[in-house]
């Protein structure tokens, strides 16, 4: 069984930084997805198993860094020049189908494990 914990979320001023993380009991294809307020779910940012292939959702480009540290099994999303568009609950998700080690995954179902999320804030 694959367990997900996220961390990090809190309230932030606009143009700040922060950096969740993500503790996995493996080590996996993963991502990170985010939901707002009435919003439906939506991709952010990806990593292959390698760890050498990532992808970003184009609001994000440029501002947040996915990135793993294996040797802790934990994820990381490091993001800076918050806006308060980026308000939401962030979810970190594995995936333990096969697949190509370079592969990443932007799509929900191609996931068959997810956190519980921790909620991030940005104020104007």
């Known amino acids: 069984q694959v367990q997900l914990v996220e961390s990090g979320g809190k309230l932030v001023q606009a143009g700040e930084s922060l950096r969740l993380s993500c503790l996995a009991s493996g080590r996996y294809a993963m991502g990170w997805f985010r939901q707002a307020p009435g919003k439906e779910r939506e991709f952010v940012a990806a990593?292959?198993?390698?760890?050498?292939?990532?992808a970003y959702h184009d609001s994000v480009k440029g501002r947040f860094t996915i990135s793993r540290d294996s040797a802790k099994n934990t994820l990381y999303l490091q993001m800076v020049s918050l806006k308060p568009e980026d308000t939401a609950v962030y979810y970190c998700?594995?995936?333990?189908?096969?697949?190509?080690?370079?592969?990443?995954?932007?799509?929900?179902?191609?996931?068959?494990?997810w956190g519980r999320g921790t909620q991030v804030t940005v104020s104007s």
């Open positions: 998700a594995a995936r333990t189908y096969a697949g190509a080690a370079y592969n990443v995954y932007e799509r929900e179902d191609t996931y068959n494990y």
């Open positions: 990593l292959s198993w390698r760890g050498d292939n990532t």
